[in-house]
Protein backbone atom coordinates (compact mmCIF):
# COMPACT_ATOMS: atom_id res chain seq x y z
CA UNK A 1 0.00 0.00 0.00
CA UNK A 2 1.46 3.16 -1.47
CA UNK A 3 1.94 5.96 1.74
CA UNK A 4 -0.20 9.14 1.53
CA UNK A 5 1.84 12.50 1.07
CA UNK A 6 0.82 15.53 2.46
CA UNK A 7 2.32 18.86 1.82
CA UNK A 8 3.17 21.33 4.33
CA UNK A 9 3.84 24.96 3.69
CA UNK A 10 5.58 27.45 6.15
CA UNK A 11 6.13 31.08 5.33
CA UNK A 12 7.80 33.53 7.10
CA UNK A 13 5.05 34.21 9.58
CA UNK A 14 5.55 30.54 10.90
CA UNK A 15 9.31 31.19 11.20
CA UNK A 16 9.83 33.80 13.66
CA UNK A 17 11.76 32.17 16.58
CA UNK A 18 12.96 28.68 17.43
CA UNK A 19 9.60 27.92 18.99
CA UNK A 20 8.22 27.68 15.79
CA UNK A 21 10.67 25.36 14.69
CA UNK A 22 10.35 23.23 17.64
CA UNK A 23 6.26 23.32 16.52
CA UNK A 24 7.02 22.14 12.74
CA UNK A 25 9.55 19.68 14.31
CA UNK A 26 6.59 18.60 16.60
CA UNK A 27 4.00 18.30 13.27
CA UNK A 28 5.96 16.69 11.02
CA UNK A 29 7.06 14.10 13.88
CA UNK A 30 4.23 12.48 13.96
CA UNK A 31 2.45 13.54 10.69
CA UNK A 32 1.63 10.08 9.14
CA UNK A 33 2.80 9.05 5.40
CA UNK A 34 5.51 11.35 4.02
CA UNK A 35 5.93 14.75 4.51
CA UNK A 36 6.96 17.12 2.07
CA UNK A 37 7.87 21.23 3.64
CA UNK A 38 7.92 23.73 1.02
CA UNK A 39 9.57 26.73 2.77
CA UNK A 40 9.75 30.60 2.75
CA UNK A 41 12.22 32.97 4.15
CA UNK A 42 12.75 33.44 7.96
CA UNK A 43 10.85 36.53 9.03
CA UNK A 44 11.54 39.65 7.71
CA UNK A 45 14.76 37.92 5.42
CA UNK A 46 13.54 38.66 2.51
CA UNK A 47 13.13 42.30 3.02
CA UNK A 48 16.61 42.70 4.09
CA UNK A 49 17.50 41.39 1.08
CA UNK A 50 15.17 43.85 -1.15
CA UNK A 51 16.91 46.89 0.53
CA UNK A 52 20.43 45.23 0.06
CA UNK A 53 19.44 44.57 -3.88
CA UNK A 54 18.70 48.13 -3.70
CA UNK A 55 21.82 49.88 -2.22
CA UNK A 56 24.22 46.79 -2.71
CA UNK A 57 27.04 49.07 -2.02
CA UNK A 58 26.13 49.68 1.91
CA UNK A 59 25.09 45.78 2.29
CA UNK A 60 28.83 44.92 3.88
CA UNK A 61 27.22 43.71 7.15
CA UNK A 62 24.77 41.35 5.16
CA UNK A 63 26.15 38.49 5.07
CA UNK A 64 27.50 38.16 8.43
CA UNK A 65 24.09 39.75 9.85
CA UNK A 66 22.05 36.67 8.14
CA UNK A 67 25.02 33.84 9.00
CA UNK A 68 24.46 34.55 12.78
CA UNK A 69 20.36 35.30 12.48
CA UNK A 70 20.41 31.70 11.06
CA UNK A 71 22.80 30.22 13.19
CA UNK A 72 20.33 31.23 15.86
CA UNK A 73 17.86 28.82 14.63
CA UNK A 74 19.91 25.76 13.83
CA UNK A 75 23.50 26.42 16.04
CA UNK A 76 24.84 22.98 14.55
CA UNK A 77 24.16 23.97 11.03
CA UNK A 78 27.95 24.94 10.69
CA UNK A 79 29.71 21.55 11.95
CA UNK A 80 27.07 19.89 9.89
CA UNK A 81 27.17 17.70 6.68
CA UNK A 82 25.53 20.47 5.49
CA UNK A 83 28.01 23.44 6.49
CA UNK A 84 29.65 23.61 2.65
CA UNK A 85 26.18 24.50 1.13
CA UNK A 86 25.38 26.70 4.22
CA UNK A 87 28.61 28.61 3.44
CA UNK A 88 28.20 28.72 -0.60
CA UNK A 89 24.72 30.17 -0.18
CA UNK A 90 26.37 32.84 1.92
CA UNK A 91 29.52 33.67 -0.75
CA UNK A 92 26.34 33.59 -3.09
CA UNK A 93 25.04 36.64 -1.58
CA UNK A 94 27.97 38.14 -1.63
CA UNK A 95 28.69 37.79 -5.26
CA UNK A 96 25.56 38.65 -6.27
CA UNK A 97 25.60 42.37 -4.00
CA UNK A 98 29.20 42.37 -6.18
CA UNK A 99 27.65 41.64 -9.14
CA UNK A 100 24.79 44.44 -8.54
CA UNK A 101 27.77 47.29 -7.83
CA UNK A 102 28.41 47.16 -10.93
CA UNK A 103 25.50 46.64 -12.28
CA UNK A 104 22.24 47.54 -10.77
CA UNK A 105 19.61 46.96 -13.40
CA UNK A 106 21.32 42.90 -13.82
CA UNK A 107 17.88 41.30 -12.52
CA UNK A 108 19.38 37.85 -12.82
CA UNK A 109 21.68 38.75 -9.73
CA UNK A 110 18.55 40.19 -8.15
CA UNK A 111 16.87 37.01 -8.02
CA UNK A 112 19.88 35.29 -7.06
CA UNK A 113 20.62 37.40 -4.13
CA UNK A 114 16.65 37.21 -3.50
CA UNK A 115 15.86 33.57 -3.56
CA UNK A 116 18.95 33.20 -0.88
CA UNK A 117 16.52 33.84 2.01
CA UNK A 118 14.92 30.35 0.71
CA UNK A 119 17.74 28.34 0.42
CA UNK A 120 18.89 29.71 3.93
CA UNK A 121 15.92 28.56 5.33
CA UNK A 122 15.42 25.28 3.62
CA UNK A 123 18.96 24.59 5.20
CA UNK A 124 17.95 25.89 9.15
CA UNK A 125 14.66 23.85 9.00
CA UNK A 126 15.62 20.99 7.48
CA UNK A 127 18.83 20.89 10.18
CA UNK A 128 16.22 21.01 12.89
CA UNK A 129 14.20 18.66 12.10
CA UNK A 130 17.70 16.31 11.89
CA UNK A 131 17.75 16.84 15.18
CA UNK A 132 14.81 15.05 15.98
CA UNK A 133 15.67 12.48 13.68
CA UNK A 134 13.98 13.44 11.05
CA UNK A 135 15.14 12.18 7.65
CA UNK A 136 15.38 15.80 6.24
CA UNK A 137 17.36 17.63 3.32
CA UNK A 138 16.99 20.74 1.95
CA UNK A 139 16.07 20.99 -1.82
CA UNK A 140 16.46 23.92 -4.44
CA UNK A 141 12.91 23.67 -6.57
CA UNK A 142 15.08 24.89 -9.53
CA UNK A 143 17.47 21.74 -8.81
CA UNK A 144 14.63 19.32 -9.10
CA UNK A 145 12.98 20.24 -12.43
CA UNK A 146 10.63 22.90 -10.64
CA UNK A 147 9.48 25.40 -14.56
CA UNK A 148 7.96 28.62 -14.43
CA UNK A 149 5.66 30.03 -16.94
CA UNK A 150 8.31 33.05 -17.67
CA UNK A 151 11.46 35.08 -17.55
CA UNK A 152 12.62 37.32 -14.24
CA UNK A 153 8.97 37.38 -12.68
CA UNK A 154 6.75 34.47 -13.51
CA UNK A 155 3.19 34.35 -13.01
CA UNK A 156 2.58 30.77 -12.36
CA UNK A 157 4.45 27.50 -12.37
CA UNK A 158 4.69 25.65 -15.96
CA UNK A 159 2.90 22.33 -14.78
CA UNK A 160 3.33 20.80 -17.80
CA UNK A 161 7.08 21.27 -18.08
CA UNK A 162 7.74 20.58 -14.68
CA UNK A 163 5.73 16.85 -14.94
CA UNK A 164 8.65 16.11 -17.82
CA UNK A 165 11.84 17.48 -15.48
CA UNK A 166 10.59 17.05 -12.31
CA UNK A 167 13.62 15.17 -10.74
CA UNK A 168 11.33 12.75 -8.05
CA UNK A 169 14.72 11.21 -6.87
CA UNK A 170 15.57 14.01 -4.93
CA UNK A 171 12.12 13.62 -3.20
CA UNK A 172 13.23 10.76 -0.58
CA UNK A 173 12.54 11.21 2.97
CA UNK A 174 11.21 14.68 4.16
CA UNK A 175 12.46 16.73 1.50
CA UNK A 176 12.54 20.88 2.65
CA UNK A 177 12.08 22.88 -1.08
CA UNK A 178 12.26 26.53 -1.49
CA UNK A 179 9.18 27.82 -2.10
CA UNK A 180 8.85 31.29 -4.38
CA UNK A 181 11.23 30.75 -7.56
CA UNK A 182 12.20 28.10 -10.00
CA UNK A 183 13.70 27.77 -13.51
CA UNK A 184 12.25 30.42 -16.17
CA UNK A 185 11.76 29.80 -19.57
CA UNK A 186 15.05 31.33 -20.52
CA UNK A 187 16.95 29.08 -18.49
CA UNK A 188 17.74 31.08 -15.50
CA UNK A 189 16.43 31.51 -12.01
CA UNK A 190 12.60 33.52 -11.80
CA UNK A 191 10.53 34.62 -8.87
CA UNK A 192 6.74 34.14 -8.50
CA UNK A 193 4.76 37.18 -7.34
CA UNK A 194 2.85 37.29 -4.16
CA UNK A 195 1.69 34.27 -2.57
CA UNK A 196 4.83 32.34 -4.65
CA UNK A 197 5.58 30.15 -2.05
CA UNK A 198 2.28 28.73 -1.57
CA UNK A 199 1.76 27.93 -5.59
CA UNK A 200 5.00 26.35 -4.99
CA UNK A 201 3.47 24.52 -2.37
CA UNK A 202 0.38 23.37 -4.50
CA UNK A 203 2.07 22.88 -7.69
CA UNK A 204 4.61 20.29 -6.15
CA UNK A 205 1.46 18.65 -4.62
CA UNK A 206 0.14 18.23 -7.94
CA UNK A 207 3.53 16.90 -9.33
CA UNK A 208 3.59 14.45 -6.76
CA UNK A 209 0.03 13.76 -6.41
CA UNK A 210 -0.07 13.97 -2.90
CA UNK A 211 -3.44 13.59 -0.52
CA UNK A 212 -3.53 17.13 0.55
CA UNK A 213 -1.85 20.33 1.04
CA UNK A 214 -1.60 22.45 4.37
CA UNK A 215 -0.93 26.16 4.27
CA UNK A 216 0.69 26.59 8.17
CA UNK A 217 -0.32 29.98 8.66
CA UNK A 218 -0.14 32.28 12.25
CA UNK A 219 -4.39 32.70 11.51
CA UNK A 220 -7.31 30.29 12.63
CA UNK A 221 -8.53 30.03 8.71
CA UNK A 222 -9.96 31.61 6.00
CA UNK A 223 -12.57 34.83 7.15
CA UNK A 224 -15.21 35.39 6.06
CA UNK A 225 -14.58 39.65 6.42
CA UNK A 226 -11.25 40.68 5.61
CA UNK A 227 -10.15 41.76 9.50
CA UNK A 228 -9.18 44.46 8.17
CA UNK A 229 -12.21 46.16 8.42
CA UNK A 230 -13.08 45.56 12.52
CA UNK A 231 -15.51 43.21 12.00
CA UNK A 232 -15.29 40.06 13.57
CA UNK A 233 -16.22 36.89 12.23
CA UNK A 234 -15.47 32.85 12.57
CA UNK A 235 -13.35 30.46 10.09
CA UNK A 236 -15.06 28.94 7.20
CA UNK A 237 -15.23 25.12 7.96
CA UNK A 238 -14.96 25.09 3.88
CA UNK A 239 -14.79 26.90 0.45
CA UNK A 240 -15.55 25.17 -2.89
CA UNK A 241 -12.20 26.00 -5.43
CA UNK A 242 -14.43 28.57 -6.89
CA UNK A 243 -15.31 29.99 -3.85
CA UNK A 244 -11.75 30.26 -2.92
CA UNK A 245 -10.57 31.57 -5.90
CA UNK A 246 -13.07 34.67 -5.92
CA UNK A 247 -12.65 35.68 -2.25
CA UNK A 248 -8.97 35.77 -2.93
CA UNK A 249 -9.01 37.48 -6.04
CA UNK A 250 -10.49 40.16 -4.30
CA UNK A 251 -10.37 40.49 -0.91
CA UNK A 252 -8.30 37.68 1.84
CA UNK A 253 -5.24 38.00 2.64
CA UNK A 254 -5.01 34.53 3.84
CA UNK A 255 -4.77 33.14 0.08
CA UNK A 256 -3.74 34.31 -3.35
CA UNK A 257 -6.03 32.82 -6.22
CA UNK A 258 -2.36 31.13 -8.18
CA UNK A 259 -2.63 29.07 -4.55
CA UNK A 260 -6.18 26.99 -5.73
CA UNK A 261 -5.42 26.08 -9.50
CA UNK A 262 -2.71 23.93 -9.64
CA UNK A 263 -5.40 21.58 -7.22
CA UNK A 264 -8.44 22.20 -9.25
CA UNK A 265 -8.00 19.81 -11.92
CA UNK A 266 -7.26 16.79 -10.02
CA UNK A 267 -9.15 17.30 -6.51
CA UNK A 268 -6.67 17.42 -3.94
CA UNK A 269 -7.73 19.47 -0.43
CA UNK A 270 -6.17 22.33 0.57
CA UNK A 271 -6.31 22.91 4.36
CA UNK A 272 -5.79 26.07 6.17
CA UNK A 273 -4.16 25.51 9.68
CA UNK A 274 -2.84 27.55 12.68
CA UNK A 275 0.38 26.67 14.04
CA UNK A 276 -0.21 27.82 17.25
CA UNK A 277 -2.81 25.22 17.39
CA UNK A 278 -0.70 22.36 16.04
CA UNK A 279 -2.79 19.66 18.70
CA UNK A 280 -6.32 20.63 16.74
CA UNK A 281 -7.46 17.77 15.27
CA UNK A 282 -9.49 19.38 12.39
CA UNK A 283 -8.23 22.38 10.12
CA UNK A 284 -10.15 25.67 10.30
CA UNK A 285 -10.69 25.66 6.60
CA UNK A 286 -10.64 23.60 4.08
CA UNK A 287 -11.12 23.99 0.33
CA UNK A 288 -12.07 21.53 -1.63
CA UNK A 289 -14.25 20.89 -4.85
CA UNK A 290 -17.55 22.46 -5.18
CA UNK A 291 -20.30 20.99 -3.64
CA UNK A 292 -23.65 21.79 -4.01
CA UNK A 293 -24.61 23.32 -0.72
CA UNK A 294 -27.09 25.04 0.89
CA UNK A 295 -27.24 28.54 -1.15
CA UNK A 296 -26.09 30.87 1.12
CA UNK A 297 -23.38 33.94 1.14
CA UNK A 298 -20.24 32.46 3.10
CA UNK A 299 -18.29 35.63 2.88
CA UNK A 300 -17.90 38.96 1.71
CA UNK A 301 -15.25 40.64 -0.78
CA UNK A 302 -14.73 43.67 -1.05
CA UNK A 303 -12.65 45.64 -3.62
CA UNK A 304 -12.86 49.60 -2.69
CA UNK A 305 -12.46 52.49 -5.11
CA UNK A 306 -12.77 51.42 -8.43
CA UNK A 307 -14.40 53.38 -11.59
CA UNK A 308 -16.55 51.97 -15.18
CA UNK A 309 -15.33 53.18 -18.19
CA UNK A 310 -17.91 53.14 -20.68
CA UNK A 311 -17.29 53.62 -24.66
CA UNK A 312 -19.97 53.34 -27.98
CA UNK A 313 -19.27 51.96 -30.89
CA UNK A 314 -21.45 51.88 -34.06
CA UNK A 315 -20.19 48.83 -35.83
CA UNK A 316 -20.39 45.58 -34.03
CA UNK A 317 -17.20 43.88 -36.17
CA UNK A 318 -15.30 47.33 -34.97
CA UNK A 319 -16.63 47.02 -31.64
CA UNK A 320 -15.62 43.09 -31.54
CA UNK A 321 -12.51 43.61 -32.89
CA UNK A 322 -11.35 47.06 -31.02
CA UNK A 323 -12.27 45.39 -27.55
CA UNK A 324 -10.18 42.23 -28.00
CA UNK A 325 -7.39 44.24 -28.62
CA UNK A 326 -8.08 46.31 -25.37
CA UNK A 327 -8.27 43.43 -23.18
CA UNK A 328 -5.09 41.82 -24.99
CA UNK A 329 -3.29 45.55 -23.58
CA UNK A 330 -5.08 45.34 -20.22
CA UNK A 331 -3.44 42.02 -19.83
CA UNK A 332 -0.06 43.04 -20.82
CA UNK A 333 -0.07 45.67 -18.23
CA UNK A 334 -1.66 43.70 -15.88
CA UNK A 335 -4.62 45.75 -15.11
CA UNK A 336 -7.83 43.53 -13.85
CA UNK A 337 -11.10 43.83 -15.52
CA UNK A 338 -13.15 43.17 -12.95
CA UNK A 339 -15.86 43.07 -15.17
CA UNK A 340 -17.22 43.13 -18.96
CA UNK A 341 -20.18 44.23 -20.52
CA UNK A 342 -20.46 44.55 -24.14
CA UNK A 343 -23.28 44.23 -26.14
CA UNK A 344 -24.03 45.85 -29.69
CA UNK A 345 -22.88 49.31 -29.69
CA UNK A 346 -21.71 49.78 -26.01
CA UNK A 347 -18.93 48.43 -23.71
CA UNK A 348 -18.25 48.60 -20.21
CA UNK A 349 -14.97 47.55 -18.32
CA UNK A 350 -14.66 47.96 -14.09
CA UNK A 351 -11.45 48.51 -13.21
CA UNK A 352 -9.43 49.56 -9.54
CA UNK A 353 -8.81 53.38 -9.92
CA UNK A 354 -5.45 52.82 -9.07
CA UNK A 355 -5.12 51.02 -12.34
CA UNK A 356 -7.82 53.97 -14.17
CA UNK A 357 -4.58 56.32 -15.58
CA UNK A 358 -3.32 52.67 -17.73
CA UNK A 359 -6.67 51.80 -18.58
CA UNK A 360 -8.18 54.74 -19.68
CA UNK A 361 -5.02 55.18 -22.16
CA UNK A 362 -5.45 51.90 -23.56
CA UNK A 363 -8.92 52.38 -24.23
CA UNK A 364 -8.35 56.00 -25.83
CA UNK A 365 -6.28 54.28 -28.22
CA UNK A 366 -9.11 52.41 -30.03
CA UNK A 367 -11.94 54.31 -29.18
CA UNK A 368 -12.37 58.17 -29.39
CA UNK A 369 -14.68 58.70 -26.90
CA UNK A 370 -15.31 57.27 -23.48
CA UNK A 371 -17.03 57.93 -20.18
CA UNK A 372 -15.71 57.56 -16.69
CA UNK A 373 -18.17 57.09 -13.75
CA UNK A 374 -16.63 56.41 -10.27
CA UNK A 375 -17.73 54.12 -7.41
CA UNK A 376 -16.56 53.69 -3.59
CA UNK A 377 -16.86 49.95 -3.55
CA UNK A 378 -17.29 46.70 -5.39
CA UNK A 379 -18.92 44.02 -3.26
CA UNK A 380 -18.49 40.27 -4.09
CA UNK A 381 -21.19 38.01 -2.28
CA UNK A 382 -19.27 34.80 -1.96
CA UNK A 383 -20.89 31.06 -1.97
CA UNK A 384 -21.84 28.13 -4.05
CA UNK A 385 -24.12 27.63 -7.10
CA UNK A 386 -25.97 30.99 -6.48
CA UNK A 387 -29.76 31.92 -7.37
CA UNK A 388 -29.22 33.69 -10.54
CA UNK A 389 -32.28 36.11 -8.65
CA UNK A 390 -30.36 38.51 -5.96
CA UNK A 391 -33.38 39.35 -5.14
CA UNK A 392 -33.42 35.67 -2.77
CA UNK A 393 -30.25 36.96 -1.24
CA UNK A 394 -30.59 40.62 -1.09
CA UNK A 395 -34.42 42.37 -0.95
CA UNK A 396 -34.86 44.94 -3.28
CA UNK A 397 -35.22 47.45 0.20
CA UNK A 398 -31.87 46.45 1.60
CA UNK A 399 -30.18 47.56 -2.13
CA UNK A 400 -31.84 50.97 -2.06
CA UNK A 401 -30.75 51.03 1.62
CA UNK A 402 -27.43 50.58 0.92
CA UNK A 403 -27.39 52.33 -2.48
CA UNK A 404 -25.57 49.12 -4.62
CA UNK A 405 -26.81 47.61 -8.30
CA UNK A 406 -26.05 43.87 -9.09
CA UNK A 407 -22.97 43.95 -10.96
CA UNK A 408 -22.85 40.42 -12.31
CA UNK A 409 -24.30 37.05 -10.99
CA UNK A 410 -22.78 33.58 -11.63
CA UNK A 411 -22.68 30.30 -9.53
CA UNK A 412 -20.15 31.41 -6.83
CA UNK A 413 -20.69 34.75 -6.75
CA UNK A 414 -22.84 37.85 -6.74
CA UNK A 415 -21.38 41.27 -7.26
CA UNK A 416 -22.16 44.67 -6.36
CA UNK A 417 -21.04 48.40 -6.74
CA UNK A 418 -21.92 51.71 -5.20
CA UNK A 419 -21.23 54.97 -4.92
CA UNK A 420 -20.97 55.10 -1.68
CA UNK A 421 -17.41 55.26 0.13
CA UNK A 422 -18.51 54.50 3.81
CA UNK A 423 -17.84 50.98 2.96
CA UNK A 424 -17.08 50.01 7.10
CA UNK A 425 -20.88 50.77 7.72
CA UNK A 426 -22.21 49.11 4.63
CA UNK A 427 -20.11 46.27 5.34
CA UNK A 428 -21.59 45.74 8.65
CA UNK A 429 -25.02 46.06 7.30
CA UNK A 430 -24.62 43.54 4.61
CA UNK A 431 -22.55 41.18 6.84
CA UNK A 432 -25.28 41.39 10.04
CA UNK A 433 -27.86 40.45 7.28
CA UNK A 434 -26.09 37.46 6.17
CA UNK A 435 -25.33 36.39 9.42
CA UNK A 436 -21.72 36.71 8.88
CA UNK A 437 -20.76 38.90 11.42
CA UNK A 438 -19.62 37.58 15.81
CA UNK A 439 -22.68 39.22 17.16
CA UNK A 440 -20.73 42.23 20.14
Keep these: MNKTIT ?4 GGSCLRDISDLNRIAEVIKFWPGQSILVVSALWGTTDRLMRASQEP ?44 SRSPD ?58 EKLDHSALFGTPVITGWFGEGTDGELALLGRGGSDHTATSIAHLVNADKVILWKDVEGVLPLNPRWGIES ?7 YGEAVELARLDTPVLHPATVEPLRSIGIPLEIRDLRGVHQEKASSIIGPDLHQTRK ?27 GRVLI ?30 ATRIVSEHFTEHEISEFGVMFSLVGNKLPEDSEFILTQQLKELLEVEVLSINEHAIRLISKNKDVHSMLKVLADHLELAIEA
Excluded at 7 to 10: C, E, I, M, R, T
Design 106 to 163: DWNATNRLLAAGERLSALVVAHHLQEFDIQAHPVGAEDIGLKLKGINRAPIVDIDASM
Design 234 to 240: KPIPYLG
Design 7 to 10: VHKF
Design 297 to 323: VKAIGCLPSIARISVDSPSLEVQSEKL
Design 57 to 100: RYASRLVSDLSRQHLRFAPGLIDSKNANLFNSVLKGIEHSLEEL
Design 329 to 358: QLAQENVPCWNLDSVPGHISWIVSQHDLTV
